[in-house]
């Protein structure tokens, strides 16, 4: 595998189930991050994590809950979610945080339905 | 605040047109500029980037832009327009401000008439 992987591709869960969404990128890369794609909205920055550390969680409902046990795995456990929070969730890395320069390498994202 | 503007959500071109996606932003310190595409189906991919060297910046499958300055602009374009071009396009800022945040425009749909 190369670049950016995630999985499932595409996911359907009740507002009652418990899954996880899981992110490994093979780029050798410090920092990774998770993105909420909806229609008609901009890219939403959900966690970011740089070194195994979480340096931002923007106002994220804690129905998500992000785990990064190193540097080459992302997970986002999801539980109780509401309709409202079906959409493409992106996940992505870049050399580091800190970095201006750095670009990111995004997966191709898990498309999410809550039914 | 740094922000990002993309006039336009929706720009059609024909086959073999010129190309011109605008970006705007807003930032009081030396940004970090970029352009992501995202095919369907797939995450986004990075097109190019300015990182204060040279103004005009090339990037992949003959895209360039330029940043301006005084306009406060990043726009992208390519000469000529192909099929395989049809996707969404994002520019995206990069600015420290006590850590480095990146902002994603709306993004503009790119469609392209044979």
């Known amino acids: 595998e190369t670049g950016v992987t995630q999985t499932p591709r595409h996911l359907v869960m009740g507002m009652t189930n418990k899954k996880s969404l899981k992110c490994e990128q093979h780029l050798g890369h410090n920092a990774m991050y998770w993105y909420k794609q909806s229609a008609k909205k901009p890219l939403e920055l959900m966690f970011v994590?740089?070194?195994?550390?979480?340096?931002e969680n923007n106002s994220v409902p804690s129905r998500f809950s992000p785990e990064c046990p190193n540097s080459s795995h992302l997970f986002l456990h999801l539980h109780t979610l509401q309709p409202e929070d079906s959409a493409l969730y992106l996940c992505?890395?870049?050399?580091?945080?800190?970095?201006?320069?750095?670009?990111?390498?995004f997966g191709p994202g898990t498309r999410l339905t809550v039914t | 605040a740094q922000s990002v503007t993309q006039l336009g959500s929706h720009v059609s071109v024909s086959e073999g047109a010129l190309v011109l996606l605008r970006c705007n932003y807003s930032?009081?310190?030396?940004?970090?500029l970029f352009w992501y595409v995202q095919y369907p189906n797939q995450g986004l991919q990075l097109l190019l980037k300015y990182t204060s060297a040279a103004t005009l910046v090339k990037g992949i499958n003959g895209f360039e832009a330029e940043f301006k300055k005084s306009e406060t602009s990043f726009h992208l374009t390519k000469p000529s327009a192909h099929m395989s071009d049809a996707a969404e396009y994002f520019c995206a800022v990069r600015v420290n401000t006590g850590g480095f945040k990146t902002i994603f425009g709306a993004g503009t749909r790119l469609f392209v008439k044979a």
């Open positions: 930032s009081s310190v030396p940004p970090y």
């Open positions: 992505a890395s870049s050399q580091d945080w800190a970095g201006g320069s750095y670009e990111q390498y």
């Open positions: 994590y740089n070194f195994k550390e979480q340096t």
